[in-house]
């Protein structure tokens, strides 16, 4: 089993930053990628960004692409996002997410992660 705690939500007013964090705790040699998902109030879960542990490869939605940054550090066992330039659409709550599986697909959905965080609230005001 996997645990991920989420850290690092909170208000912001548009243009700001906000840097999340993700610790991983467990069985964490399993996880292959890790990702963060986000939720607004009456919407889909979507994907934002995932990291791959091996190799550290990067892939973004494209709403999120140039702002936002994706990283870890394996030492810690933490999948970090830092949101940058943020605008009021990227209110909602921030979900991590990690995975085990060989995947076919670089940008996978909420499909293939089996671990999932209690979710971290963002709000950008304007």
């Known amino acids: 089993q996997v645990q991920l705690v989420e850290s690092g939500g909170g208000s912001v007013q548009a243009g700001g930053s906000l840097r999340l964090s993700c610790a991983a705790s467990?069985?964490?040699?399993?996880?292959?990628?890790m990702g963060w998902f986000r939720q607004a109030p009456g919407k889909e879960r979507e994907g934002v960004a995932v990291?791959?542990?091996?190799?550290?490869?990067?892939y973004y939605a494209d709403s999120m692409k140039g702002r936002f940054t994706i990283s870890q550090d394996n030492a810690k066992n933490t999948a970090y996002l830092q949101m940058n330039t943020l605008k009021p659409e990227d209110t909602a709550t921030y979900y991590c997410?990690?995975?085990?599986?060989?995947?076919?697909?670089?940008?996978?959905?909420?499909?293939?992660?089996?671990?999932w965080g209690q979710g971290t609230q963002v709000t950008v005001s304007s």
């Open positions: 990291i791959y542990t091996g190799g550290g490869s990067t």
């Open positions: 467990g069985y964490t040699n399993s996880i292959k990628y």
């Open positions: 997410a990690a995975g085990v599986m060989n995947l076919a697909v670089v940008f996978p959905g909420v499909w293939a992660y089996k671990y």
